[in-house]
């Protein structure tokens, strides 16, 4: 079996960065911008008054006649006496012959005569051109994510259409003849259908496409027609039907489908049964059914090849040091991702963590990892965990 690590590098080994597209500007929210973005223009792109006021050439006296208005928009050109002044809104251009704007509260006006009441510094309230940015600086580095503050700085550039990392399709598959539908009175020996409501929750925050997903009871034939159909995409989440039961049907049709695996079952828990392979470019992982377990792999594992392919860089678990709050002793020579709260980076474990159960997830913020050689933990000793969000 391999360890949590080696699994890591295998996927990343496998996993790859997406191809670029175009989208048009409002379709790229969450995307990875695929190169960087060279400024086509200066903002601004023109002096630009910062105040509504005055625009006059400073040093020539206090007293001033308006002769002429530049408004939000206006592209006039003023040739001004040093006894002059233009009338000036927020965001209009300065004309040339102007250095200095003088905010409205400032000056006492009557009739077409404005007196400077507190004379500002030379070049005030003038915005210069490219001051923000000058046109042809590289202004966004390949790799950010478009958000919102991103889109309206780009369609301050004027900029249209951004080329990004196209989105993963993702197709979802669970397997069980157990499973119903919440919602519906549940029969005897059946459970509720939890795992693919889950995985698609956990996928809303993604920059994915979900491009198909399926129910598909355990039977030999369906599971290797309904993985057909679901290979066509960038990654397939399966899960259940993983392990070694009679009717676990998973690992068989992924082989008769021709998918190469890559691993089989890591010394971990929850999620020892994982399962990692590839058909040409799709990654298939096949959660076990086990709602913990499938949940864990696919933050830990699945959801890293995810963002990889997406443009962020290499597969690795953000490992962090924290204290433990209690005593905890691994008794299963495995790696433990414990479901727990972690708070000033102080981790409390919390009391439920088998396979089966959810509870415990709907409280937690982190996993603790222990190492599978690590035992016994004590009250304030130092220890490792990895935060999620969900
Ligand atoms: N003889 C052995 N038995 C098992 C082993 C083993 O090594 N030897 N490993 C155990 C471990 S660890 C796990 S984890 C499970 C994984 O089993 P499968 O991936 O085949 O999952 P299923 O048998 O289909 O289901 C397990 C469990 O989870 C429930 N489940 C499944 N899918 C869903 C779903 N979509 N929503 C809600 N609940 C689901 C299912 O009803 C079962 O209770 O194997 C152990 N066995
Ligand atoms: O490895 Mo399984 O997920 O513990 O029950």
Same mark, same amino acid.
């Given at each position: 079996?391999?360890?949590?690590?080696?699994?890591?590098? +295998? +996927?990343?080994?496998?996993?790859?960065?997406?191809?670029?597209?175009?989208?048009?500007? &409002?379709?790229?929210? *969450?995307?990875?911008?695929?190169?960087?973005?060279?400024?086509?223009?200066?903002?601004?792109?023109?002096?630009?008054?910062? &105040?509504?006021?005055?625009?006059?050439?400073?040093?020539? *006296?206090?007293?001033?006649?308006?002769?002429?208005?530049?408004?939000?928009?206006?592209?006039?050109?003023?040739?001004?006496?040093?006894?002059?002044?233009?009338?000036?809104?927020? !965001?209009?251009?300065?004309?040339?012959?102007? @250095?200095?704007?003088? &905010?409205?509260?400032?000056?006492?006006?009557? !009739?077409?005569?404005?007196?400077?009441?507190?004379?500002?510094?030379? *070049?005030? #309230?003038?915005?210069?051109?490219?001051?923000?940015?000058?046109?042809?600086?590289?202004?966004?580095?390949?790799?950010?994510?478009?958000?919102?503050?991103?889109?309206?700085?780009?369609?301050?550039?004027?900029?249209? @259409?951004?080329?990004? +990392?196209?989105?993963?399709? +993702?197709?979802?598959?669970?397997?069980?003849?157990?499973?119903?539908?919440?919602?519906?009175? %549940?029969?005897?020996?059946?459970?509720?259908?939890?795992?693919?409501? &889950?995985?698609?929750?956990?996928?809303?925050?993604?920059?994915?496409?979900?491009?198909?997903?399926?129910?598909?009871?355990?039977?030999?034939?369906?599971?290797?027609?309904?993985?057909?159909?679901?290979?066509?995409?960038?990654?397939?989440?399966?899960?259940?039907?993983?392990?070694?039961?009679?009717? @676990?049907?998973?690992?068989?049709?992924?082989?008769?489908?021709?998918?190469?695996?890559?691993?089989?079952?890591? #010394?971990?828990?929850?999620?020892?049964?994982?399962?990692?392979?590839?058909?040409?470019?799709?990654?298939?992982?096949?959660?076990?059914?086990?709602?913990?377990?499938?949940?864990?792999?696919?933050?830990?594992?699945?959801?890293?090849?995810?963002?990889?392919?997406?443009?962020?860089?290499?597969?690795?678990?953000?490992?962090?040091?924290?204290?433990?709050?209690?005593?905890?002793?691994?008794?299963?020579?495995?790696?433990?991702?414990?479901?727990?709260?972690?708070?000033?980076?102080?981790?409390?474990?919390?009391?439920?963590?088998?396979?089966?159960? %959810?509870?415990?997830?709907?409280?937690?913020?982190?996993?603790?990892?222990?190492?599978?050689?690590?035992?016994?933990?004590?009250?304030?000793?130092?220890?490792?965990?990895?935060?999620? #969000?969900?």
């Amino acid at each position: 079996m391999i360890s949590v690590f080696e699994a890591l590098t +295998i +996927i990343d080994q496998n996993t790859s960065q997406l191809d670029a597209v175009i989208v048009p500007l &409002m379709q790229s929210v *969450g995307m990875a911008i695929a190169e960087d973005i060279v400024a086509p223009i200066s903002l601004p792109p023109f002096r630009q008054s910062a &105040m509504d006021g005055y625009a006059f050439r400073h040093g020539f *006296g206090e007293e001033f006649q308006v002769v002429g208005e530049s408004k939000a928009g206006d592209n006039v050109e003023f040739s001004l006496k040093e006894n002059e002044v233009i009338r000036i809104f927020t !965001g209009s251009r300065v004309p040339n012959a102007a @250095d200095t704007v003088i &905010m409205q509260e400032h000056v006492e006006r009557s !009739g077409d005569q404005v007196k400077i009441l507190k004379m500002p510094k030379i *070049g005030t #309230n003038v915005r210069p051109v490219g001051e923000q940015i000058q046109q042809g600086d590289v202004v966004l580095r390949k790799g950010t994510i478009i958000n919102a503050a991103v889109i309206g700085f780009l369609a301050g550039l004027g900029i249209a @259409d951004v080329l990004v +990392i196209r989105k993963p399709k +993702i197709s979802i598959l669970v397997t069980g003849n157990e499973l119903q539908e919440p919602g519906t009175l %549940l029969e005897p020996g059946a459970v509720y259908e939890s795992n693919r409501s &889950m995985l698609k929750a956990a996928l809303l925050a993604e920059n994915v496409d979900l491009v198909f997903d399926s129910h598909v009871k355990d039977d030999r034939e369906s599971t290797f027609e309904v993985i057909r159909e679901g290979l066509q995409a960038d990654v397939l989440l399966i899960s259940g039907g993983i392990s070694v039961g009679d009717y @676990d049907f998973v690992k068989e049709a992924l082989e008769k489908n021709e998918v190469e695996e890559k691993f089989y079952k890591v #010394n971990q828990k929850p999620g020892k049964p994982l399962w990692f392979g590839k058909k040409e470019e799709t990654l298939v992982f096949a959660l076990p059914g086990n709602p913990a377990s499938s949940l864990t792999c696919f933050l830990i594992y699945a959801l890293a090849a995810i963002r990889k392919m997406n443009g962020s860089s290499k597969i690795e678990i953000n490992l962090k040091k924290g204290k433990l709050k209690g005593e905890y002793t691994n008794v299963f020579e495995k790696s433990l991702f414990l479901q727990c709260r972690e708070s000033g980076g102080v981790l409390e474990i919390y009391p439920k963590q088998a396979s089966s159960m %959810l509870v415990s997830f709907t409280m937690s913020n982190a996993f603790l990892f222990v190492p599978n050689d690590v035992k016994d933990i004590h009250d304030g000793d130092e220890v490792m965990y990895i935060p999620f #969000n969900l």
